[in-house]
């Protein structure tokens, strides 16, 4: 028989019964030395039927009056026979009756007992997914696993909480979860602070590097080591929409006519004419005068690093785009770029492997089901989606790539910046702990079965998060999210037979290549 033993009371006994019901509230006293958490899923048994609630606020106090209460605490006076009692707050969420699970049809009675949720309860939830990210915490206890399923990723999701609550472990588990179900899911990864591949923090941590099956089933890029670059060659006027959202129509025209008459290597002779005659030269070649359009689309394509944009037919984001497709998840670490680069390569990146999808499922369906499906994890994810910036290409797929299996996972501390339409669409969601009041604010108002948790989501302690995932997981799931270190322990060593992604040292061969040529050239 299950016990709670930091309660020392048998979980299969009553902890209180219920004192007052109100819509989807319920109210019960706890019995004396028995205590509950914000969050916890407690069950009350009423006439035939089985109610969920989960615990968001109490009180304790006794039936003295206030006047009473403070003569006896000033030791000034005693009283006679009193009762104290704690007085808990629940909500509802989940009813069962019959074997047969819903959203309630009613509430329960007063004087009915009141139970913490066990293992058989934790069945009964159906909180298992096959991207297991923790377990269910019942107070001091971890019962069942709770995780996503496989449909929940083109649904969108987003993770959110302050520094340090948690959020790069949660990452890692889920993206690790995904390897693990390669080649049926993929992850294309954008780590900002380059802590993924090798973990967080100065002490020795584990990273993705550290998955047993890393070398046949990821692949790392590094701006680092110059090897990350896109061809200036590569890039279409359409790209260029991409690199620069606030591109005009007439620049994007005129960028047209230039590409349809130079070809490929557009860029590179249009910036040599610029430099030599002007704008006059650069109109000429595409025979236009709007000077103004002429300079501001030079302004942009100028502003092209050459380290980043090299002029060359070759860049790693065709790789990146073919190793997806292959099931083999690609990590793109852009740590120490500017925010710029940054952007560029990120909206680039992602724009070109989630139009292979959509390019895919128009023009070759029977290939198309055979792609994972995909989750893109975007961190600093309100930099890309603030209402308040121009739209980028996640914003599209969080609104409009569900039907082609492409998901994104927005990694972010302020939840409260991200688009309201796009947070409409983040079907699961990793909430963990926040203490700034507007993100919580945010949180609670615009996420279904919230609206009670705003003091449950500032409470939360490091690693502990609130798992909503619909359609399955109607309500917001307290979990303690596994430590990575631990779920890599468990694992050990696996092998799956994969075709291996291209490895570095044949994208070092291309690049000596290309350095060869260039070399030549000059």
Same mark, same amino acid.
């Given at each position: ?10 979980? &299969?006994? &009553? ?40 615990v ?14 403070l ?17 808990? *707050? ?20 007063y004087?009915?007992?009141v /139970? ?5 309860d934790?069945?009964i939830l ?23 399923? /496989? ?6 999701m ?9 959020k790069?472990?949660? *990452?890692?588990i ?68 991409t690199?620069?959202?606030?591109l ?17 290597g557009?860029?590179? *002779? ?24 002429i ?41 120490g770029?500017? &925010?710029?680069?940054q ?70 501390p ?13 079907w ?16 609670t ?8 948790s ?8 490091v ?9 399955k ?17 468990k ?9 291996? &992604?291209?490895?570095?040292?044949e ?16």
């Open positions: 028989m299950l016990t709670n033993g930091s309660l020392g009371v048998n979980m &299969s006994e &009553s902890i209180g019964f219920v004192c007052g019901t109100e819509g989807d509230k319920v109210s019960f006293f706890l019995n004396h030395g028995v205590s509950l958490s914000y969050g916890q899923i407690v069950r009350i048994d009423s006439d035939g039927r089985s109610f969920y609630a989960r968001v606020n109490a009180q304790s106090s006794s039936t003295l009056k206030t006047i009473e209460q003569r006896e605490a000033e030791g000034k006076e005693a009283f006679g026979p009193y009762s104290s009692f704690r007085n808990v *707050e629940a909500v509802l969420f989940l009813e069962k009756r019959e074997n047969k699970i819903r959203s309630p049809t009613f509430n329960p009675n004087r009915d007992k /139970f913490t949720a066990n293992e058989e934790c069945t159906r909180l298992f997914g096959e991207l297991e990210v923790g377990h269910l915490r019942s107070g001091e206890q971890l019962l069942g696993s709770a995780g996503i399923n /496989f449909e929940a990723i083109p649904l969108m987003g993770m959110f909480g302050m520094t340090g609550s948690g790069t472990n949660t *990452e890692l889920l993206n690790a979860q995904i390897i693990d179900n390669s080649p049926q899911t993929v992850a294309l990864i954008f780590d900002f602070a380059g802590q993924l591949l090798e973990g967080k923090g100065i002490k020795p941590q584990k990273g993705l590097k550290d998955h047993p099956l890393f070398s046949i089933k990821v692949q790392y890029y590094s701006a680092r080591d110059r090897k990350m670059i896109v061809g200036l060659y590569t890039i279409t006027p359409e790209k260029l929409i690199l620069f959202p606030d005009g129509v007439p620049q994007f025209r005129l960028a047209r006519k230039l590409h349809r008459k130079i070809g490929k557009w860029i590179q *002779e249009v910036r040599e004419v610029y430099g030599a005659e002007g704008y006059a030269g650069v109109g000429r070649l595409a025979d236009y005068k709007m000077k103004h359009v300079e501001a689309l030079l302004l942009k394509i100028s502003s092209l690093s050459h380290d980043l944009f090299p002029s060359s037919d070759y860049s790693f984001v065709d790789s990146v785009t073919q190793n997806i497709a292959k099931g083999i998840t690609c990590l793109v670490d852009i740590s770029m500017s &925010s710029d680069e952007n560029k390569i990120v909206c680039l990146t992602a724009s070109t492997v989630a139009q292979h999808y959509k390019h895919m499922w128009e023009e070759n369906y029977e290939e198309w089901k055979k792609l994972p499906t995909l989750l893109i994890t975007l961190e600093e994810a309100h930099e890309f989606l603030d209402p308040n910036k121009l739209r980028t290409i996640f914003s599209d797929i969080a609104l409009t790539y569900r039907k082609y299996r492409v998901g994104l996972n927005a990694v972010t302020r939840p409260s910046r991200i688009n309201f339409d796009v947070f409409a669409e983040l699961t969601k990793v909430i963990m702990k926040t203490e700034l009041r507007k993100d919580r604010i945010y949180l108002e615009n996420t279904p079965y919230l609206e009670y705003d003091t449950e989501i500032k409470m939360l302690d690693g502990e998060a609130l798992l909503i995932s619909e359609p997981i109607k309500f917001a799931v307290p979990i303690k999210v596994t430590h990575y270190p631990e779920y890599l322990t694992k050990g060593k696996e092998g799956y037979e994969l075709p291996e &992604s291209q490895n570095l040292s994208m070092d061969k291309r690049l000596r290549q290309l350095n060869e040529q260039k070399s030549l050239s000059l």
